[in-house]
């Protein structure tokens, strides 16, 4: 199994809501990591887990947050969002959290902040 | 925050012909990698070309390093409709510790082939 998965695909939420992303692989990649990508610009790193503790956070808002219950698994909690939140946000993992590696993303969630 | 650039930001060509985009960054690096984006989809990995490598070729796909300039190129040969998407380069560039903990992306090319 070489796949990312991400659910849902599409999510539409109000800034008081309270929603999860959530992230799946089975390739036993032990980095993984969580990007936010606005249309036509590259992916903007979020965070990264190592081993499932939190390796890197590049300055995210406390609105986000990552959660890693086990290797296989990546969440992202969000909560009071605002509109210029609205972004893909894609999941990807690898084999090690060194760049040493590719990096495998899943299809990405479509989040619309209202 | 992003050392590369690509450049055309924009390329569109004609069913057939090559296609040629180009990365350039700004520090020392230990590989350097592209990836395909489709249209609001996720990225996909084509190649990754290591710092003391100068050329790769993975099917129609053929990447030079020049770690001199400090840039690499895509070339992708015989271009299908299909190839139609964005292509980002990452580096992964060493931190001030030695580290290399994560990717540097560059803006992108969006490239369009008509049929």
């Known amino acids: 199994d070489t796949e990312v998965t991400q659910t849902p695909k599409h999510l539409v939420m109000g800034m008081t809501n309270k929603k999860s992303l959530k992230c799946e692989q089975h390739m036993g990649h032990r980095a993984m990591y969580w990007y936010k990508q606005k249309a036509k610009k590259p992916p903007e790193l979020m965070f990264v887990?190592?081993?499932?503790?939190?390796?890197i956070n590049e300055s995210v808002p406390s609105r986000f947050s990552p959660e890693c219950p086990n290797s296989s698994l990546l969440n992202l909690h969000l909560h009071a969002l605002q509109p210029e939140d609205s972004a893909l946000y894609l999941c990807a993992s690898s084999l090690r959290i060194a760049g040493y590696n590719e990096q495998f993303f899943g299809p990405g969630t479509r989040l619309t902040v209202l | 925050s992003q050392q590369g650039e690509e450049d055309p930001q924009a390329l569109s060509i004609q069913e057939g012909e090559n296609a040629t985009m180009n990365c350039s960054y700004k520090?020392?690096?230990?590989?350097l990698q592209w990836y395909r984006q489709n249209s609001g989809r996720g990225l996909v990995h084509l190649i990754l070309?290591?710092?003391n490598e100068r050329e790769k070729h993975s099917g129609r796909l053929r990447v030079t390093l020049d770690t001199s300039k400090k840039s690499s190129s895509l070339l992708i040969t015989a271009s299908r409709a299909a190839d139609t998407a964005s292509y980002f380069c990452a580096t992964a560039a060493l931190d001030n510790a030695g580290n290399n903990r994560k990717l540097i992306w560059g803006l992108g090319t969006s490239l369009a082939v008509n049929p």
């Open positions: 520090t020392s690096i230990n590989n």
């Open positions: 887990y190592s081993y499932e503790k939190l390796s």
């Open positions: 070309i290591r710092s």
